[in-house]
């Protein structure tokens, strides 16, 4: 059986000398959320609720409104909206409204305990104009990238973090007075260095579990009857996110983390990370902020320190932060000194990349993205992929949503590692799915769900 979930992204791929499907929905006749919040009280915006750099792939279209569940802060509990343009924390409500938003997670002993519960919502009109139906993922993709600095923030400064997918999304919306058009996909527990509640849920896997709404409504499109009207959703991504949204926690699954398993192949060790992740954490905190410009790259070539550090730095901002492992991590060798020019997969576990093809032509590559001249001259590429079947298999439709935010997790963690070893990583959103998978012999089963090319910075 299929689930929507693989037909809405096989209908975001694009095509050579094609263009996307018109979005029916008239965006400019829904009512927005107005985030001036008049007569709201308001508090200066400290350190500790800032982010630390702005996100890999928002391409500055903000599409990202991030809220704070507080507890024993410097600010009364309750709930506030962060206005980073302001500088201030926006209080929405006070502990009736965050005891509403705790219910909505399960787990309740251990969110409750939480001093900051960071709700990150997608907005999607700042992102259908541009990326029309593939929007909704690519904003799941933000929402990704931006816990990923909330996760290294948190890391930096010792403190305890947890991501967390699994809650029911209309009482966050409600609770928090969305629009229509902003969806709440994703939220970080932040606890205390010594928070006894977060050591001991390390070892109950709190941090491991995905919530599986695979349990809640038939998710099958092969012709049976389907348990909602189509009718109210005038885009497809609408729909997706009907169906990946949670309604009753006690019908949820909890899932582990799985474990990738090492396809045959020629093994070859990374060598241990350039720094130590101390080092790492509190370089961070110096990069400023980068312009993102879009140039070609310069010609070099990769060190293999380098190169084995940005893959392994990647646990630093969790590889399984949402979902159960069911990502795989292709690496697309172009330059990298003492390490054959080829295709590999990645295992974390194993610290090892395995040989799958030797398939690495440069030209051919940049062909598979609509701008050629973007991914010319890159030493080397990460390429996300999944199998969506079984993905939602295990986690029900709302595994696509686990899957585009970790995408946008790992894309983030590349690009500020890469900033740190005076490199650049860049997230490219327009590649031609098929071709780039026959090319790179990603096996049939598998969609790609997004690539990120590294180089040397244009001068």
């Known amino acids: 059986m299929r689930y929507f979930s693989e037909i809405y992204h096989e209908s975001t791929q694009y095509i050579p000398h094609g263009s996307g499907d018109p979005i029916i929905m008239h965006w400019e006749k829904q009512a927005y959320a107005d985030k001036r919040y008049e007569g709201s009280a308001r508090y200066p915006l400290t350190a500790g609720f800032m982010p630390l750099l702005s996100p890999i792939s928002a391409d500055y279209l903000n599409p990202v409104c991030v809220y704070a569940v507080v507890h024993n802060a410097e600010v009364p509990d309750g709930v506030y909206y962060v206005d980073g343009d302001d500088s201030k924390l926006v209080q929405l409500g006070g502990k009736d409204a965050r005891e509403s938003i705790l219910a909505a997670f399960p787990e309740r002993e251990f969110v409750i305990e939480a001093q900051t519960i960071f709700i990150y919502a997608g907005v999607l009109e700042r992102a259908v104009w541009r990326f ?17 600095n909330t996760i ?68 099958c499109v092969d012709g049976e009857t389907q348990a909602f009207d189509i009718s109210r959703y005038p885009s497809r991504f609408m729909l997706q996110n009907h169906l990946e949204n949670i309604d009753e926690l006690n019908l949820c699954m909890k899932v582990r983390r799985l474990v990738a398993q090492a396809l045959p192949g020629d093994e070859f060790p990374l060598t241990p990370a350039k720094f130590t992740n101390e080092y790492y954490l509190r370089e961070l905190w110096y990069l400023r902020v980068d312009k993102k410009v879009k140039a070609p790259f310069s010609h070099g070539t990769l060190d293999l320190d380098d190169f084995s550090s940005l893959l392994r730095w990647l646990e630093l901002a ?20 003492f390490v054959y020019a080829g295709v590999y997969r990645y295992i974390p576990v194993r610290k090892s990349i395995y040989m799958q093809s030797g398939s690495a032509n440069p030209k051919k590559f940049a062909k598979c993205f609509a701008v050629p001249e973007q991914t010319q001259n890159a030493m080397f590429a990460v390429v996300l992929t ?60 598998e969609s790609i769900i997004s690539t990120i090319v590294i180089g040397k910075t244009g001068r």
């Open 132 to 148: 029309r139906e593939a929007a909704y993922r690519q904003v799941q993709m933000d929402v990704g990238s931006a816990c990923a």
């Open 152 to 219: 290294l923030l948190a890391k930096s400064r010792g403190q305890k973090v947890f991501p967390l997918g699994g809650f029911v999304d209309d009482s966050i919306a409600v609770a928090l007075k969305l629009g229509a058009t902003e969806m709440p996909m994703a939220a970080v527990a932040i606890f205390p260095e010594k928070s006894m509640v977060a050591f001991n849920s390390v070892d109950d896997g709190v941090g491991e579990l995905a919530y599986s709404n695979h349990a809640e409504m038939s998710a």
């Open 318 to 337: 969790q590889l399984n932060a949402f979902g159960a492992g069911l990502i795989k991590i292709w690496v697309v060798v172009f330059d990298v000194m």
């Open 386 to 445: 999944a199998d969506l079947n079984e993905s939602c298999k295990v986690l029900g439709n709302r595994g696509y949503r686990y899957l585009n935010l970790n995408a946008g997790v790992l894309a983030e963690s590349l690009y500020e590692s890469a900033r740190l070893l005076n490199k650049t990583a860049r997230e490219e959103h327009f590649f031609y799915h098929d071709e780039l998978k026959k090319l790179l012999e990603i096996p049939e089963a």
